[in-house]
């Protein structure tokens, strides 16, 4: 802080934490060596939780480097302002964005793609206006990348058979409404292009969001490439469907299109159906009804090879948690599905004294962050006193942004309480904070800390980092201890203005344990 007459800073404002930049994302982890006597323990990796792509942005700031002759008994009052590259200012509120402490909060969509950032937090002493600091953050935001979808592809169909192809399926995570734009292209294995039934070309280029065609086919199948691109604005994607087309009119299957990744923890649920477009000939057509012509189907599915994925037998109901692979819902168990591996399903459609038709998709099953550790400074301090910086640094993932949770526990502490939890799921990979507390001193007052590191789509990866020291604060009196209290109910209100409740509830929670230690055993209750 600057005072008036231009005396030197006596607080310094941090930004601890903001979202991985655009260049941040294409950036290589760095491997760290681990120091003498650290202990490092990787818990097993997680991925049960699906998450929405996007995520609500918090900034959190800290002050530090107080000097010592600047006093502060009125408090502080803060301000974030904000503009972007375009030169809009931001309206950051109190009720929205928590304008006016010392954590902003940025809702998911308050942030235009493919656009810059530039925020500055202000901070002033409370009737002493020229006691004032500031500190600016920029940040560059990225755009959600569509996903085009195509229902109806991966098919072996007959020539007499009407293909439908959909591309209404495609999905923008960013919910922009803005209607897709779609382009499809369809090529032969010799490069030319497709035909029609008829005999004509088909249009070097087509727009409709569905597709319903008639194809040349042949005994031994013709191979058909279709390539879809779907685009919003400067925003698209592309994807590739192959169709087989033999002569005849087999029943003709569709699979719904799983829109991103499969969590390996999550079940994977495929839904198919048969077409009932009509066929191009009337004797067709009329031998696709009757109760005679009932369709049987049954699916399968192949690891494909290059990847992490191991053969999986939809016979057994220890993969399968439908009753049957014969229906048009197949239903895998959580885990069935390896981790990294990708899977290409098929449903086959069978009609008695008609060739079988088929269609087919390809499953990608997430992995975890990787490469990453925690480092925690400082190694040793005191319960509720100590800040600590935790640094969730160098994981790797393609699947950004990355999101962590911080948690701690006692060793030699309560078997039944498994971890407490120092943080809510948040981008924020570095926190500073203090332990609420301290360890047993028969197991040399060790706390063991950890994050839960996770991707977009919320599979984890779980690090514990070695044990360090947090001893119980020390009285010399009853006075002590008093004023002790005092600061724990005054940082306790300055963490629920700041938004930061959880981090409050810690502080009260940790101080009311280790003063019944200490002989205090009145209840400290943290008013809402």
Not at 205 to 214: A, G, K, R, Y
Not at 264 to 271: E, H, P, R, S, W
Not at 411 to 434: A, D, F, K, W
Request: glycine residues 8%; negative net charge; proline residues 5%.
């Amino acid at each position: 802080m600057q005072q008036g007459n231009g005396a030197k800073e006596s607080r310094k404002l941090l930004v601890t934490q903001h979202a991985p930049s655009k260049r941040q994302r294409s950036a290589t982890a760095e491997r760290h060596d681990l120091s003498q006597g650290e202990e490092v323990v990787h818990a097993q990796a997680s991925c049960e939780t699906e998450r929405t792509a996007q995520r609500e942005l918090t900034i959190l700031a800290v002050i530090g480097e107080v000097q010592a002759d600047c006093t502060n008994t009125g408090g502080m009052e803060f301000e974030w302002v904000g503009s972007s590259s375009a030169g809009k200012t931001m309206q950051l509120t109190a009720d929205t964005n928590r304008a006016h402490t010392l954590t902003l909060r940025l809702p998911t969509g308050s942030l235009a793609p493919r656009t810059s950032y530039t925020l500055e937090l202000m901070a002033h002493m409370v009737n002493a206006d020229h006691v004032r600091a500031s500190t600016q953050l920029a940040l560059y935001v990225d755009e959600e990348p569509l996903q085009a979808l195509v229902r109806g592809g991966g098919a072996s169909i007959g020539e007499e058979n009407l293909l439908v192809l959909d591309a209404s399926v495609s999905y923008d995570p960013a919910s922009d409404p803005a209607p897709f734009v779609f382009d499809w292209q369809c090529t032969l294995n010799s490069g030319d292009r497709c035909r029609q039934l008829d005999g004509t070309l088909l249009p070097s280029s087509l727009t409709e969001p569905s597709l319903e065609i008639f194809l040349q086919g042949e005994e031994a199948g013709r191979e058909h490439t279709f390539k879809l691109t779907a685009s919003k604005g400067p925003r698209s994607s592309v994807a590739y469907s192959t169709v087989i087309v033999t002569k005849g009119a087999p029943p003709v299957p569709v699979i719904t299109p799983v829109a991103g990744k499969l969590n390996a923890g999550n079940k994977l649920t495929l839904q198919g159906s048969v077409s009932t477009a009509p066929a191009a000939s009337p004797a067709s057509n009329s031998s696709s009804s009757g109760a005679s012509q009932e369709v049987s189907l049954l699916w399968s599915v192949d690891a494909v090879a290059g990847t992490s994925a191991e053969e999986v037998d939809l016979n057994s109901e220890e993969v399968r948690a439908s009753a049957t692979r014969g229906g048009a819902t197949l239903v895998l168990h959580p885990g069935a599905l390896s981790e990294g591996g990708r899977y290409l399903f098929r449903l086959d459609a069978e009609r008695q004294g008609d060739a079988t038709g088929s269609a087919s998709m390809e499953v990608v099953v997430n992995s975890p962050p990787r490469t990453g550790r925690l480092e925690v400074s400082p190694a040793e301090g005191a319960a509720l006193q100590t800040i600590f910086t935790l640094n969730a640094s160098g994981w790797v993932d393609e699947d950004l942004p990355l999101a962590a949770a911080f948690s701690y526990r006692v060793i030699g502490g309560n078997s039944s309480v498994e971890r407490v939890s120092l943080s809510s799921v948040s981008p924020q990979l570095v926190v500073e904070m203090t332990l609420p507390e301290g360890g047993l001193e028969e197991y040399g007052s060790l706390v063991e800390v950890s994050v839960r590191v996770e991707d977009r789509y919320g599979c984890a990866a779980s690090l514990e980092a070695r044990n360090i020291t947090v001893q119980a604060p020390t009285f010399d009196n009853e006075d002590a201890k008093l004023d002790y209290v005092d600061s724990v109910m005054d940082e306790s209100e300055a963490l629920l203005a700041n938004g930061r409740a959880a981090e409050a509830v810690n502080s009260v929670t940790g101080s009311a344990s280790l003063l019944a230690t200490s002989g205090i055993k009145d209840v400290l209750l943290l008013e809402p």
